[in-house]
């Protein structure tokens, strides 16, 4: 079953939750072998990586300053087109 993602809800809650521009936490749980993948999603961002306890998968920690909503709802959207990815 394919989670459906819903823009409206998810914008007005990161417009109520601050003002922008901001700091933006993106977490993601990639297989190893596509964390180069969401790097390119964040260029020149440091991204601090940690393996699974078996290596099969590694977790993604990006702070990012956004303009605003739309930029996070953009980089979701894109992260989503990597295959296996889990956005948190």
Known sequence: MKHT???????????SS??????YLFKFIVPSGKKTEVGL??????IIIKPSSAGKY????IEKRVENAEQIIALYEKASQIEGIISL
């Open 5 to 15: 993602f819903d823009k409206v809800r998810f914008k007005e809650k990161l417009e």
């Open 18 to 23: 601050g003002s922008f521009p901001m700091l």
């Open 41 to 46: 999603l964040f260029p020149g961002e440091k």
């Open 58 to 61: 590694v977790s993604t920690t």
